[in-house]
């Protein structure tokens, strides 16, 4: 079990955030907020899929307007994103935002922060102190090399906990995203040695699903891995909910989250020369016929007789492929052989047997 870093606990409506509870997943929609059907059905899809928390763009009135109408409909807290406007802040927090991001790129006078600070400790809000490298570098005239960009992004992070800290404000989440792993996982790292307030993690403008699933792992991974994280996005170009698949794959990977009671899991070979069937296509209708079966067993689907018995003897049950025939074993024992036309069929009653 990883140990987490110790961090004081916020409350973001029913959800709490911070090393005493587990990591939570939060998306973010992507359709407008004005559109408030669609809103809910995408929220409601990400709610399945296994996000906790689900966070809605609200660049103008109408925006917060719809907020209001669609808090009162779901079942997960929602989370405001402020860029640029003090009054949509305020809005969103008294529209029922269990919280408001706000980017200290953006929102950098004084008075405002304390105005949305007084409006948040008046409903309970909590606020996540969101720095973006992005925004860091927008304010500067000139470019600034990316090796100063962490120390740059670190200090104004500092500068605003400092104002909320002033006011007595602590329900705070903090994070800092950049579109680079080795940034990100630096820059996070120096936040948890600086503060004790919980960080959500995330890589920004990480790309396509294709493209962002392997840098978003590693350093949402990594950081994990060191205890450091207690919400993670996983940001892609695409469906919500592809960013929660893959933040849950992340937080298994770790033994983060364990996959329900219920979840049968399936291994499949690499396949190799020595594979006489087409595996993936086998394993697609496998996969498929899963569903099923709710049951928490370990399938194997194996590529050959040679080594496919023996890398799969802990399977509680086993297909291991031959040409035009398969054979079936459970927990290392052949107990079927099986023609290729009946083998999903078999499969199906066998498992129903367990
Ligand atoms: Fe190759 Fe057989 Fe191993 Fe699959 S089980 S990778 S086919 S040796």
Do not use: W
């Not at 409506?13 to 359709?31: F, L």
């Not at 809910?40 to 609200?58: D, F, M, P, S, Y």
């Not at 907020?67 to 529209?95: G, Q, Y």
């Not at 364990?258 to 049968?264: D, G, L, T």
């Amino acid at each position: 079990m990883l140990k987490r870093r110790k961090t004081r606990t916020v409350k973001v409506g029913s959800v709490k955030i911070g090393s005493a509870a587990p990591v939570v997943i939060q998306s973010m929609t992507k359709v407008p907020t004005t559109d408030i059907s669609r809103c809910l059905r995408q929220i409601n899809q990400l709610i399945k899929a296994g996000c906790r928390l689900v966070r809605l763009a609200v660049p103008r009135k109408a925006d917060t307007d719809a907020l209001a109408k669609i808090v009162r409909k779901v079942t997960v807290p929602l989370i405001a994103d402020i860029h640029f406007s003090p009054e949509r802040a305020i809005e969103a927090i008294e529209a029922g935002a269990a919280k408001i991001r706000l980017n200290p790129g953006n929102i950098k006078k004084q008075a405002d922060i304390l105005r949305i600070i007084d409006a948040a400790k008046m409903h309970k809000t909590a606020i996540r102190i969101g720095v973006n490298e992005a925004s860091i570098r927008d304010l500067k005239k000139t470019p600034v090399p990316p090796n100063k960009r962490i120390a740059l992004m670190l200090n104004e992070m500092f500068k605003y906990v400092r104002i909320f800290e002033g006011r007595s404000f602590t329900r705070l989440v903090l994070s800092a995203k950049t579109s680079d792993t080795f940034r990100t996982i630096e820059i996070n790292r120096r936040i948890a040695d600086t503060f004790d307030y919980p960080i959500h993690l995330g890589l920004t403008h990480a790309g396509l699903p294709e493209d962002a699933e392997i840098p978003s792992a590693v350093a949402i991974g990594t950081l994990l891995a060191e205890g450091i994280g207690d919400t993670i996005r996983v940001s892609v170009a695409g469906n919500p909910v592809i960013e929660t698949q893959i933040a849950k794959r992340i937080l298994r990977s770790l033994g983060l989250e364990e996959p329900p009671a219920s979840e049968p899991e399936l291994v499949v070979c690499p396949t190799c020369a020595r594979a006489e069937v087409d595996i993936v296509k086998l394993a697609r209708k496998v996969a498929k016929a899963l569903p099923k079966i709710e049951k928490p067993l370990r399938i194997a689907v194996m590529g050959c007789i040679v080594n496919g018995p023996g890398e799969a003897a802990d399977a509680d049950l086993a297909l291991c492929a031959a040409k035009n025939k398969a054979f079936i074993y459970r927990k290392g024992r052949r107990i079927a052989t099986v023609p290729e036309r009946k083998i999903i069929t078999e499969l199906l009653k066998q498992l129903a047997n367990l």
